[in-house]
């Protein structure tokens, strides 16, 4: 019985290559794809990893350097590591659905005390989710 060992691993951007134009055959005519916006820009930014032992990979060949943002100033308040629903964000939560008001209204309530909707350090959705498990837990 053969065993198949992995030896080299690929990750590349998410960026990498470019979209490729693509016809569909209709009524005996070649029809366009209607145009999506598309995040890629031929970035080269990647990282080989090579086994030399079982289970343990080194780097083989890194490249740094992106050719785009890699978040927009709109879009950094979205991104996973910018969202936590601190013990104050969840006291606003938690204070408002005892006095019946809900996670909207006390999102709203959160960017006046915050100065703005990307300060606030969580979404609307962060905001529903955690009203969720609190009832889950209480009910």
């Given at each position: 019985?053969?065993?198949?060992?992995?030896?080299l691993k690929h990750y590349v951007?998410?960026?990498?290559?470019?979209?490729?134009?693509?016809?569909?055959?209709?009524?005996?005519?070649?029809?366009?794809?209607?145009?999506?916006?598309?995040?890629?820009?031929?970035?080269?930014?990647?990282?080989?990893?090579?086994?030399?032992?079982?289970?343990?990979?080194?780097?083989?060949?890194?490249v740094e350097e992106h050719n785009?943002?890699?978040?927009?100033?709109?879009?950094?308040?979205f991104l996973r590591a910018n969202?936590?629903?601190?013990?104050?964000?969840?006291?606003?939560?938690?204070?408002?659905?005892?006095?019946?008001?809900?996670?909207?209204?006390?999102?709203?309530?959160?960017?006046?005390?915050?100065?703005?909707?990307?300060?606030?350090?969580?979404?609307?959705?962060?905001?529903?989710?955690?009203?969720?498990?609190?009832?889950?837990?209480?009910?």
């Open positions: 019985m053969r065993t198949i060992e992995i030896i951007c998410s960026c990498e290559g470019f979209n490729e134009l693509r016809f569909q055959k209709m009524n005996g005519e070649e029809v366009k794809e209607r145009k999506t916006v598309s995040r890629r820009c031929g970035c080269k930014a990647k990282m080989i990893l090579m086994s030399m032992i079982p289970d343990k990979y080194f780097a083989f060949f890194f785009h943002d890699l978040a927009s100033e709109t879009g950094r308040q969202r936590e629903m601190n013990i104050g964000l969840r006291n606003i939560v938690y204070d408002g659905s005892k006095i019946n008001i809900g996670c909207s209204k006390s999102f709203f309530f959160a960017k006046e005390l915050f100065g703005g909707y990307s300060n606030i350090g969580a979404t609307l959705r962060d905001f529903w989710n955690f009203d969720r498990d609190v009832k889950l837990f209480c009910w």
